[in-house]
């Protein structure tokens, strides 16, 4: 079946104008950007804007998309950002460098990398408050980095970094960053020679390289959303001047497959949605509503998908079926109509995901 709707449309050239103007600004002060792929679930049409943009290294959380990559030609350096499972060990085979937290996890990973014969660079991280993943306690953190060095041949400590906003929502912040620093400064001293990295987080760390705050010693970041959509820190932030970052370049196209007037309230006896839920309705009277071919179950949550064409509402859906108030709306819309929405990270990360969801990558 040559499936045409919905699909995802990419504007692959506002992607690489994203990755040339952070990998600059960023260049300028010293960091080295790794180019995180899993949002588009490393598409190789996608990823390989990364490389033509001048990032040389690639991030993930998912080894298969290392795989996939690597098997559509595009070379690494691929590092793993979610640390590793004892299930996981030979990733090793597919990656240069994955980020670790758990003492165990290392020396198991030695014994793997001892079997493979290969040499594998880790990232030690801490954790600073967001409580995520990473060392909780600084000299923990140091002890182990020092075990790393000496005690485990095949493992390069290549550096320490660090998570924040993706859990506790804690904000980058100089000092944050200094800590950071401070821990590698502790490592430096007790291995007796420089880290070469210094990881100070992913795309809401990008705030203190664009304001000029980003103190000296951080050198690397971990880059998706910023690159990919641009969105969450010119919109959700509130970040101005950060306009040579271009948005939208991603469009999902739904096609309309109901059109009527119907009640805003449900009528009945309530329960609960299909989702377990138990959601608040707002009575607006008879209202004119379309139905479109798309549902949670390719984006995630529906209500934050932004259509394009004016005068519409996402009202909300369920796994296969999104329910829009086109009521405003000064088109005339019919069955057959295609709705276009703009996007979120999550709803990109959603849909790539799908593999019956075209994706159409216009240069």
Known sequence: MNRQFPRLEVDAGRIRSNAQQIAARCRARGIAVCGVIKGVNGLPEIVRTYKEAG??????????????????????PYLLIRIPGLSELPVVRQ???????????????????????????????ADLGDLREGFWDREEMVETCVHVERELPHVHLRGVGVNLSCYGSIRPTPEKMNELIDIAREVERRIGRPLETVSGGATSSYTLVHSGAMPEGI????????????????????????????????????????????????????????????????????????LVALGRADVGELESLRPVQPGIRVVGGSSDHCILDVEDCPLPLRVGDVIDFRLCYSHVLYATGRDDLPVMVHP
Request: hydrophobic share 40%; aromatic share 6%; proline share 2%.
């Open 95 to 125: 990656c240069d460098c994955s980020l670790q937290s758990e003492r165990a996890v290392l020396d198991a990973l030695a014994r793997e990398c001892a079997r493979q014969e290969k040499t594998h660079s880790v990232i030690v991280m």
């Open 55 to 76: 990032i040389a290294e690639l991030g993930t959380s998912r080894i298969e998309q290392i795989v996939r990559c690597r098997e559509a030609g595009i070379e690494g």
């Open 219 to 290: 050198n690397h970041l971990r880059i998706g959303e910023n690159i990919l959509l641009a969105k969450d820190l010119q919109i959700d932030w509130g970040i101005r001047g950060m306009d040579y970052l271009q948005m939208d370049a991603f469009t999902l196209r739904a096609e309309i497959i109901e059109l009527r007037r119907k009640p805003t309230y449900p009528q009945g006896e309530f329960a609960i949605d299909a989702f377990g839920h138990k959601p608040v309705y707002t009575d607006r009277g008879v209202r004119l509503r379309a």
